[in-house]
């Protein structure tokens, strides 16, 4: 995990305000970004929650599946607990078009080639391929395996995405 800390406290929303040229403050751009995988119960999931808690300055997380599961697996849950993520609010649930229109960029979890998986939606140029083992059925070890994956992707995209926004007015 980053490290949440300056000068002895935790790091609040304001210490990423930026002061405008008018000589008032706001928050940076969040980028909207939509983790799809299958079942919504495990990779995508994991994505959300992981960047809900790490990278909340930068990013503004929502997932969803192509075929969900209509839960999240309870493996997942244990592993985000284990590792410090809250998991309120996680839900499995479909993929659908004001997510999609909604997103600045789709992280695409699928492992199926994205004119497929997402044929009938637009603008396939905003999609991120990320090749990630689905842990589904499988034991503690790989799911721990999987998370450690998502987790320095998702600090990866966090670290791009805050050198691509540059302060407002």
């Known amino acids: 995990m980053q490290d949440a800390e300056q000068g002895g406290r935790l790091k609040t929303r304001e210490d990423f305000a930026v002061t405008g040229a008018a000589g008032g403050t706001h928050a940076p751009k969040r980028y909207v970004v939509l983790f799809v995988c299958l079942g919504n119960a495990c990779r995508s999931p994991m994505a959300e929650a992981i960047a809900r808690s790490d990278t909340w300055d930068v990013i503004e997380p929502m ?8 839960f999240v697996v309870e493996e997942t849950i ?3 607990l284990e ?4 998991t309120d609010g996680l839900k499995s649930k479909w993929l659908n078009k004001v997510m999609w229109d909604s997103a600045d960029m789709v992280i695409n979890m699928t492992g199926r080639p ?3 998986a ?3 939606f637009s603008d396939l140029t905003k999609v991120e391929e990320w090749r990630v083992s689905d842990p589904y059925g499988e034991d503690h070890a790989v799911y721990q ?3 450690g994956e998502i987790q320095e992707r998702v600090a990866q995209l966090a670290e791009r995405l805050r050198g691509r926004r540059a302060p407002g007015p």
Do not use: C, D, K, V
Request: aromatic share 8%.
């Open 63 to 70: 997932s969803a599946g192509i075929m969900p599961l209509g």
């Open 78 to 80: 244990e592993t985000l």
């Open 83 to 86: 590792n410090g993520h809250l």
């Open 114 to 116: 994205t004119e497929l």
């Open 118 to 120: 997402f044929r009938g």
């Open 145 to 147: 395996r999987i998370y």
